[in-house]
């Protein structure tokens, strides 16, 4: 699904609705049983298979001084299908159905995520908390990461976030704040 929102929110603040969406939808997926676990930035993970995917993109060209225009949040949720239905290659991935064994009422699933939404898309201006509850959604944090960055691949330990939601990875060369970039969790043994 993709939403149109205007946030009554300066636009530095719009970075931020991504990973507040994948708090929202995380919270949302928890309590229909499915055990959703962030992958930073803006992936839903279960049992390290992808089920979910957020993007979100701003515009601030006809907004007044300092705000976006809008922001188009898109949630990307495999439900009610069978993971060999999406012919996807390369990578395991999971959908609602596949988890729970059943078929998700979709209206009920809908309404869970908007209502998330809305209410952790009201809290985004004390991003502090988002993160809490982030972190404690999250299956990046400690761990060996690979990403591609500037051309560059970078490995290292996810560390933790700063509070604009940056990553903070701990590599062999320092510390690196990383603002976007495709994680790849690495398994102990291959770093």
């Known amino acids: 699904m993709s939403l149109v929102l205007r946030p009554e929110v300066p636009a530095r603040f719009a970075a931020r609705v ?6 929202g939808v995380a919270k949302a997926l928890w309590g229909f049983g499915v055990e959703a676990r962030i992958k930073w930035p ?3 993970l ?7 995917g957020i993007l979100a993109e ?3 060209g006809n907004a007044p001084a300092g705000r976006p225009d809008f922001v188009v949040l898109g949630v990307g ?3 009610n299908l069978d993971p060999a239905d999406l012919d996807v290659v390369g990578r395991e991935v999971a959908t609602v159905r ?3 064994g059943h078929d998700a009422d979709l209206v009920e699933l809908l309404r869970a995520i908007l209502s998330n939404l809305g209410f952790e898309l009201g809290r985004i201006r004390g991003f502090a908390a988002i993160l809490d509850d982030w972190r404690a959604l999250n299956c990046t944090l400690g761990n060996f990461v ?3 960055r500037f051309g560059k691949v970078l490995e290292g330990r996810a560390a933790d976030l700063t509070p604009e939601g ?5 590599t062999s060369g320092g510390t690196v704040e990383v603002f976007e970039g495709e994680v790849e969790h690495l398994r102990q043994e291959s770093r």
């Open 18 to 23: 991504t990973q507040t969406a994948a708090v």
């Open 42 to 44: 803006n992936d839903l």
């Open 46 to 52: 279960v049992d390290g298979r992808k089920v979910c």
């Open 58 to 60: 701003s515009s601030a």
């Open 77 to 79: 949720l495999n439900a």
């Open 98 to 100: 596949s988890v729970l």
């Open 146 to 148: 690979r990403l591609e």
């Open 166 to 170: 940056a990553l903070l990875l701990k």
